[in-house]
Structures are given as C-alpha cells and as structure tokens.
C-alpha cells in the first residue's frame, strides 16, 4: 500500500467519526439551556465556560508540541490574541441573545458567521455568485426577515435577543478569517488554547462591566456548560472534522437548533407557529447552500 493509500486510509470516515462529529453538535446544542439555567450573568457564564477547561486545553496543546520546531513570531501570538479577543464578543453577543430569544433563533443566527464567510469569499474572489450562493443569500435574508418580524410581534426584547445573536455572528466571522490567516502555525489545540487564554478576560471585563453576578451560587450548569461546549462538543467536533467534506458537516451543523428547539419546548414551554416554522427551515437551507458552495469551491 503506498503513502497515499495510507493517507486516504487514515482519512476515510468510519461510523465513530459520525457519532463525535453528531455527539459534538448535539453537545454545543446544550449550551443555550446551560446559560440559561446558570445563576450568573450571561456574560458570566461564558466567562467560566472558557476558564474552568483552560488546564485541560493547556495540558492537551502541551502533548500536541512538536519539539524543535522553529519560534512562532510575536505576530502571530497577537493575531491569535486578536480573534481571541473577537470570540469573546461573539460568546458575549451570544449568551446576551440566548436571554431574550428563543433557543432556536439563537442557535440559528449565531450560525451566520458562516454565510458572512461565505459572502466575503465572494469579495476576496472578486468574482459574481453562482446560483447556489444567491440561493442561499435570498433564503437567509428571507428567513431572517420573518424570524425578526415573528419577534417583533411577540416583544422588544425578543428582537433585541435576535440582533444581539446576528451581531455574534459577525464576530465570529472575524474570528474565523483570523485563525485562518494563523492556523498553519499553530496545533488545533495549541490554537485553541491560546486563543481561549486571550478571551477569558475579555469576557470577564464585559460582565464586570455590565454588573453582572461573577460567582455563581450553583456551580453544576457551569460544569456542564464548560464540559459540553468547550471540552465534549469541541474536541469530538476536532476529532471528526477532517473525515468530512463541508457539505456533511454543514447537514449535521442543523442539528443544533432542532435540538435546540426541542429543549425550548420542553424547558421552557417556548411555542412555534408555522411562520417561525417557514424563517427556520429558510436560514437552515440557507447554511446548507452555504457549506454545499464550500464544498464545490474547494
């Protein structure tokens, strides 16, 4: 067998990679209940979510070190630092969301980040869009027109939860494009590590300043948010990813709000009509052309 067949051996999806990489997602899909259950602020939350794993994630960049390697510039520490810095207002924005919507139009709209992407590498290309990216354009606008004007008609607050979770996503997008500018540098946990060390007290400094409670009176949604989004849903996401295309994990991406939907239900007795129904099926189609135009870039 050649070193090509190895490799492509090594990369072929087995059923384990399918369950970590839906395990992950159906672990990230808790996230919203946690915060929501937690006796801190939201902002908070998010705090101790990226602090109390930091010694796993610093234990685990530090097995993932390759000795000898050449120095990594200051640079590129500070781009890191930089999107550490972008994630935190992403989980901030996000968390503030999740207190005011529903847990689906949180889960939704803080996916956009990956449409904003898509649009961008449109620009970067300078090239027109294909039929699939306008698809996936006119479905994400159109869902998310009826989705805003569904909360609007329920409460202030509720749309306020939705633009807070569409802002996150714009965050996230600049965190995104600047891992990628840094990811051939770094270790997939070393990267996260350290990008993780820089947001921690960013978040800290967002929810001091919004007054928020810091120290929580019940620990355990914080354990399980800390466990579930960063630790659980990150590592089996990492440990799946590069067995699947984009189109894949793009389909296994929806289930993040169905879940999500599932546990607003049941927790929170939130209601959906058949026009929230029509916003969320438009946005989830919109994510899936969104990673199929990934997929046939590439």
């Given at each position: 067998?050649?070193?090509?067949?190895?490799?492509?051996?090594?990369?072929?999806?087995?059923?384990?990679?399918?369950?970590?990489?839906?395990?992950?997602?159906?672990?990230?899909?808790?996230?919203?209940?946690?915060?929501?259950?937690?006796?801190?602020?939201?902002?908070?939350?998010?705090?101790?979510?990226?602090?109390?794993p930091?010694?796993?994630?610093?234990?685990?960049a530090?097995?993932?070190?390759?000795?000898?390697?050449?120095?990594?510039?200051?640079?590129?520490?500070?781009?890191?630092?930089?999107?550490?810095?972008?994630?935190?207002?992403?989980?901030?924005?996000?968390?503030?969301?999740?207190?005011?919507?529903?847990?689906?139009?949180?889960?939704?709209?803080?996916?956009?980040?990956?449409?904003?992407?898509?649009?961008?590498?449109?620009?970067?290309?300078?090239?027109?869009?294909?039929?699939?990216?306008?698809?996936?354009?006119?479905?994400?606008?159109?869902?998310a027109?009826?989705?805003?004007?569904?909360?609007?008609?329920?409460?202030?607050?509720?749309?306020?939860?939705?633009?807070?979770?569409?802002?996150?996503?714009?965050?996230?997008?600049?965190?995104?494009?600047?891992?990628?500018?840094?990811?051939?540098?770094?270790?997939?946990?070393?990267?996260?590590?350290?990008?993780?060390?820089?947001?921690?007290?960013?978040?800290?400094?967002?929810?001091?300043?919004?007054?928020?409670?810091?120290w929580?009176?019940?620990?355990?949604?914080?354990?399980?948010?800390?466990?579930?989004?960063?630790?659980?849903?990150?590592?089996?996401?990492?440990?799946?990813?590069?067995?699947?295309?984009?189109?894949?994990?793009?389909?296994?991406?929806?289930?993040?709000?169905?879940?999500?939907?599932?546990?607003?239900?049941?927790?929170?007795?939130?209601?959906?009509?058949?026009?929230?129904?029509?916003?969320?099926a438009?946005?989830a189609?919109?994510?899936?052309?969104?990673?199929?135009?990934?997929?046939?870039?590439?």
């Amino acid at each position: 067998m050649t070193s090509i067949d190895n490799r492509r051996e090594q990369t072929r999806p087995n059923p384990w990679h399918f369950v970590a990489l839906l395990g992950g997602n159906f672990a990230l899909a808790l996230g919203p209940w946690f915060v929501r259950l937690a006796d801190s602020g939201p902002v908070s939350a998010g705090f101790w979510r990226l602090f109390l794993p930091l010694p796993l994630l610093a234990l685990l960049a530090w097995r993932q070190h390759i000795p000898g390697r050449p120095a990594i510039p200051l640079r590129a520490w500070l781009v890191v630092a930089t999107a550490g810095v972008f994630f935190a207002l992403d989980l901030a924005s996000w968390h503030i969301g999740i207190a005011y919507t529903r847990l689906g139009n949180a889960s939704l709209f803080g996916n956009s980040g990956s449409l904003i992407l898509m649009a961008w590498g449109l620009i970067a290309a300078r090239r027109l869009p294909r039929p699939v990216e306008i698809s996936a354009i006119v479905f994400a606008v159109g869902g998310a027109a009826i989705l805003l004007g569904r909360s609007l008609e329920i409460d202030h607050a509720t749309l306020m939860g939705d633009l807070f979770c569409i802002l996150a996503g714009v965050f996230y997008f600049f965190y995104i494009l600047l891992l990628q500018g840094a990811r051939g540098r770094f270790e997939s946990w070393e990267l996260l590590c350290a990008s993780t060390i820089a947001s921690a007290p960013v978040m800290l400094a967002i929810a001091i300043w919004l007054r928020e409670p810091i120290w929580p009176h019940v620990w355990w949604p914080l354990v399980a948010l800390a466990f579930c989004s960063q630790v659980v849903g990150q590592g089996l996401i990492v440990f799946a990813l590069r067995h699947f295309s984009a189109l894949i994990i793009g389909v296994v991406l929806l289930t993040q709000p169905a879940v999500s939907i599932l546990i607003g239900w049941l927790a929170f007795g939130e209601t959906m009509g058949a026009l929230d129904a029509l916003g969320m099926a438009l946005i989830a189609g919109a994510l899936l052309l969104g990673r199929l135009s990934e997929a046939q870039s590439r």
